[in-house]
């Protein structure tokens, strides 16, 4: 496989040119620019908020410099409090091309997508070919399901598990989370943990996510789970869990800390302290977002009911866990996992395919939905501590 | 393995009126041979499970056999009759492919007039289906037809392919060199594992150990013990000698083999060519992990309707929906209820093979976090 070798040492296997707004009042602009590039490297993202949000500079920062991202252009209004300059230093100091373009400075509307255009372009024109080998190892994985049902938990998640397993054998990089539907498998976890030091955060984290979600008044176990055949809270989030296959848990991180290199990761999406800014996360996207700002290379997506999204910056490969709904939606559906219920194939054998599709994109095909243009983000308001020391106990 | 797997045998039942080659046969055959007749035969041989081999060439056999194995505890297997030459047999081969207990296809060949007929371009597009789906191919041949076969199976190394009775050799009349020459040129040169049984028969009645030496010390040396298995034949066994009797002359001539060799040829090849195995637990019944004590229901199965798990045949109490668990072993009351491989919750009561598992008589063990006390709810530095 071929890839791009950043500046960090990281392999990218896709070359993306990130227009980047840094308040909603730049978004139509930054759109534009994408818009007049009409290329599917050239993507758009964005943070909508006006006041300043550490959490966001550091997903910002995360993705506008993850090895699959070759060139930047930020776009602003000017008077928004978010931090442009941290951001644009951390870009350059990437060794990406970058370009900074400020609306109230550089003449408005029509004059800054003129600008931004150009910068588009030029850089382009200085993207590089593929410079790298690109190895299993390398990669960064991650996984999340979303539009869930009865079939989730039995097919498609399970499958995943396997191919973590094998990705995490041969000395990837996998990403777990979704602490708010592991609660449950606490003790599992735990005992999964490399150190006891480990296990204790990883409680702390589903204590945490238990305690968040019961004051936003969602309780996690609802009687429709109940319909589809789930008669435990351990069972359903074995369910979601299985994801995360058998291997051992190397660490506890937070959304923009890229984990060390190969092992497997929960990744802990719930905000510390008081809820503050709603719900820790209100679309899938926006756990894919945080996935990417971890480093991960490719998500796998796993839905029953069928979710159609991708992503900017990182393919999104879907896994559908309904053969019905496979049937209907199967243009934008990477993997029929419903075999396993037609009798026809395992889990373990979904979880196979999984990992030859892995490889094939890490290669280069195109996922379905980069196929079919998704190129969804989304970033809203959170608030993080910085991870404990036995959170990564190899470092 | 604990016990024998008898790789070929028959039942048949003579009002169904399609066993046409039985008219001419002996009385001692003419008569029905149904699951009640071999049980206590099986029994006292110490042979757990057998492959039911159609009889007769029709489609309503091959159901007649697939509903004898759905009811017939010891039956591992059906190597049924298609119409391999029918426009529509690729059709065909996915539907019976369907059934859990349809493992192959046995056309009769040692009765088709062409000799070539296993040649014809109609049966490319079944063979290969039935490549697809893993399913079996049983070669009913008399000595003359090994050529063809060989040709046959070099075109298709893909197809699992079993010699029936080491195609029939001639041994009342001593007939040796051409079919030791051909059917050593079936093991040599392609994948096709043989059947050890049926030679009694072409022997006559009178034969023993010494006349069918020569014979089976031939497949032996050719086949190896990884690619022979024993089958009992019977009922056409009843022509020549009996059930006992032919299990002991098996027996005697592999003595001088190791025990696995012995085990493979007594039942682990014959488990391991027809996949017995992989589906002795129902394919509309899903094991997430192999500790689990549940299973989880892959479409919905109505009350009363026959599952297998793990080979065990059992009726279902209760209907059970699609993503519901039913239990694969008893659980007792306060035994732990595992899935993925590990706890989800504790039996409220004693729960038996194939109860539906949910809220009645399963319990969640999970006490909230934050009802358990002491701990901060905020951040994770604890």
């Known amino acids: 496989m071929k890839g791009w070798l950043r500046k960090d040492g990281r392999k990218g296997i896709r070359n993306v040119v990130l227009v980047a707004y840094l308040v909603e009042c730049a978004h139509h602009v930054a759109r ?364 | 393995m604990n016990g024998y797997i008898d790789s070929h045998q028959h039942f048949w039942q003579l009002s169904r009126g399609d066993y046409d080659w039985l008219d001419n046969s002996p009385e001692r055959i003419r008569k029905d041979f149904l699951p009640d007749h071999l049980r206590p035969i099986l029994t006292d041989a110490e042979v757990i499970g057998t492959v039911l081999v159609q009889a007769a060439p029709t489609e309503a056999e091959t159901s007649f056999l697939l509903e004898l194995a759905e009811r017939t505890e010891f039956v591992a297997g059906v190597v049924g009759w298609m119409p391999l030459d029918a426009e529509d047999a690729a059709d065909k081969i996915d539907r019976l492919a369907e059934n859990p207990w349809f493992k192959g296809v046995r056309p009769m060949i040692q009765d088709i007039a062409d000799d070539e007929w296993m040649l014809k371009p109609e049966l490319d597009a079944p063979l290969k289906r039935l490549i697809r789906h893993g399913l079996c191919f049983d070669a009913l041949v008399k000595p003359w ?53 049926g030679l009694l028969t072409e022997a006559g009645f009178a034969a023993g150990i010494s006349e069918l030496k020569p014979y089976v010390e031939h497949l032996l040396e050719c086949f190896g013990p990884e690619r022979l298995m024993w089958g009992s034949d019977w009922p056409v066994l009843l022509l020549a000698g009996d059930y006992r009797g032919w299990l002991s002359m098996v027996k005697e001539f592999t003595s001088r083999l190791g025990e696995p060799d012995k085990s493979s040829i007594m039942g682990g090849n014959c488990a391991k060519f027809y996949r017995l195995e992989s589906r002795r637990t129902d394919r509309r019944l899903l094991r997430l992990h192999p500790q689990d004590n549940i299973l989880v229901c892959c479409q919905s199965l109505a009350k009363a309707e026959r599952i297998s798990v793990e080979g065990v045949r059992v009726e279902l109490p209760t209907t059970v929906e699609t993503g519901h668990k039913i239990a694969s072993s008893a659980i007792s009351k306060g035994e732990k209820v595992i899935k993925y491989g590990v706890p989800i919750g504790t039996a409220r009561v004693d729960i038996l093979l194939a109860d539906h598992v949910h809220l009645h008589n399963l319990k969640s063990d999970y006490v909230a976090s934050h009802h358990r006390g002491g701990k901060r709810a905020t951040g994770t530095r604890a």
């Open chain 1, 32 to 395: 534009a620019i994408v818009t007049n590039a009409d290329a599917t490297e050239v993507q758009l993202i964005g943070f909508p908020g006006c006041f300043p949000n550490d959490y966001a500079l550091k997903v910002m920062a995360s993705v506008c410099t993850h090895p699959n991202v070759g060139g930047v252009v930020l776009v602003s209004l000017g008077c928004e409090g978010f931090d442009r300059e941290t951001l644009a230093e951390c870009v350059r100091g990437s060794g990406r091309h970058l370009e900074t373009l400020v609306i109230q400075q550089s003449g408005g509307t029509r004059r800054t997508i003129d600008l931004g255009s150009a910068a588009v372009a030029e850089i382009r024109t200085k993207l590089s070919s593929p410079d790298c080998e690109i190895d299993i190892p390398d990669l960064v994985v991650g996984t999340v399901c979303g539009g869930s049902d009865g079939t989730s938990g039995i097919t498609a998640n399970p499958a995943v598990g396997h191919c973590f397993d094998q990705l995490i054998a041969e000395g990837a990089t996998c990403i777990f989370e979704e602490t708010g539907e592991l609660i449950g498998c606490e003790n599992v976890m735990m005992a999964r943990a490399r150190t006891p030091e480990l296990a204790l955060e990883i409680e702390s984290s589903l204590t945490k996510a238990a305690n968040y979600y019961s004051i936003l008044g969602f309780g996690s176990f609802a009687p429709g789970n109940a319909d589809g055949g789930l008669t435990t809270q351990e069972e359903k989030s074995m369910g979601a869990y299985c994801k995360s296959g058998s291997s051992q848990i190397d660490g506890l991180i937070k959304p923009g800390d890229v984990p060390d290199k190969g092992g497997l990761y929960l990744l802990d999406v719930v905000p510390d302290g008081e809820p503050r800014f709603g719900f820790p996360n209100i679309s899938d996207n926006a756990e894919i977002v945080e996935l990417i700002a971890c480093g991960a290379h490719i998500i796998l997506f796993t839905t029953g009911r069928g979710s159609v999204v991708g992503s900017a910056i990182s393919p999104v490969i879907k896994i559908c866990a309904n053969p019905e709904t496979f049937a209907m939606l199967s243009a934008d559906m990477d993997i029929n996992a419903g075999e396993v219920l037609l009798g026809d194939k395992t889990p373990q054998d979904i979880g196979e395919d999984i990992h030859r599709q892995v490889v094939a994109v890490a290669r280069g095909d195109e996922t379905c939905s980069e196929a079919l243009g998704h190129q969804e983000f989304i970033l809203t308001y959170k608030t993080f501590e910085p991870i404990g020391p036995a959170c990564l106990p190899r470092r």
């Open chain 2, 145 to 197: 037809h090994l050529p063809n076969l060989l040709r046959l199976l070099k075109r298709y190394p893909k197809l699992r392919s079993v010699v029936n009775h080491g195609a029939k050799p001639d041994i009342a009349s001593g007939a040796f060199d051409d079919w030791s020459r051909d059917i050593a040129a079936i093991a040599n040169e392609t994948g096709a594992f043989c059947k050890l049984s």
